[in-house]
């Protein structure tokens, strides 16, 4: 997305705020926040065209839908254990499709070694049980063509939280997934499984800030709207977790904007990002 596109993304939300909704409004203000759809050095190719680009649990596949338009001459393939929300046919670019898959699946994602040339992943951490998520990183190094990149993105999950209602909310839906097994893995894990590959080289990590809240303007509170659409999903299963009443995590979520300002609140989002060589390892 270009800066003036950015911009015109939040002045466009005051008229047209349905649009933005939902796995769309985070996506918007993803591409806002970073100035752009990923940070792997792969634009050129993408543009000469016959460049292949993988988005694994790609839910909506709306960043699939917006890259297949930038990069008309590259093709698009996008994976998730459910079609529930891919789009329909008729919407569909031609450049992209759409395959209903678990990627825990054996023997693992469906198709040949070296097949891609961009393997990218997007707020997957908190998806994957601790054990599975060697397969998973191995499994997308195999389908990445020597030189092709890959790429995470998600939110940190890591770190001190200010506020004691954000700390509250997230420290039990960590504590939750715990209780499933499910630990979102760190940059830095992330990082020791990519090198255990030894495939990936050039690793790079970037962190980005948002507010959260309207001390941030526009900006703030839609990421503050997003937040809490992320938290009235999880009520269901906090409410009992937390051992609190509906009404009473209705009222943290309604008392978490002033504490937005209160306490100038941010939410952070990383990409991390590698290339694929083989390493001389003599
Ligand atoms: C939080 S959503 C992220 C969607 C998308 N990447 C994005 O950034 O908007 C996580 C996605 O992972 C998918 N998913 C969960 N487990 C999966 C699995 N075992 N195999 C494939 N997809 C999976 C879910 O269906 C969901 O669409």
Not at 14 to 22: D, L, N, P, R, V
Not at 212 to 222: A, D, F, I, N, Y
């Amino acid at each position: 997305m270009h800066f003036e596109e950015s911009i015109n993304f939040l002045e466009k939300y005051e008229y047209h705020e349905k649009e933005f909704h939902g796995t769309s409004l985070q996506h918007n203000i993803l591409s806002y926040i970073w100035q752009g759809d990923y940070s792997s050095r792969i634009k050129e190719r993408l543009i000469k065209g016959n460049t292949k680009v993988i988005d694994l649990g790609c839910g909506t596949g709306q960043w699939l839908i917006d890259m297949s338009s930038k990069y008309p001459l590259s093709t698009f393939i996008g994976i998730d254990i459910s079609s529930r929300l891919f789009p329909s046919q008729e919407i569909k670019p031609n450049n992209v499709a759409f395959l209903q898959y678990n990627l825990l699946d054996h023997p693992g994602i469906p198709f040949p070694n070296e097949t891609f040339d961009f393997v990218y992943l997007r707020c997957l951490s908190m998806t994957f049980e601790e054990k599975d998520w060697a397969h998973v990183i191995n499994e997308i190094v195999r389908v990445t063509d020597l030189n092709g990149c890959v790429e995470f993105m998600d939110f940190v999950c890591e770190g001190d939280i200010k506020g004691p209602i954000m700390n509250h909310l997230c420290s039990s839906l960590l504590s939750f997934l715990e209780s499933k097994n499910i630990k979102p893995p760190s940059t830095t894990k992330l990082t020791e499984y990519l090198n255990q590959t030894n495939q990936i080289s050039n690793i790079q990590l970037e962190v980005k800030s948002c507010p959260l809240g309207s001390w941030g303007g526009k900006l703030g509170e839609l990421m503050l709207s997003d937040f809490i659409t992320v938290f009235q999903r999880f009520k269901s299963i906090l409410v009992p977790f937390m051992k609190i009443s509906e009404k009473e995590y209705d009222k943290l979520l309604i008392e978490f904007d002033n504490e937005c300002v209160r306490y100038q609140l941010c939410c952070y989002t990383y990409r991390l990002y590698g290339n694929k060589t083989t390493y001389n390892l003599g």
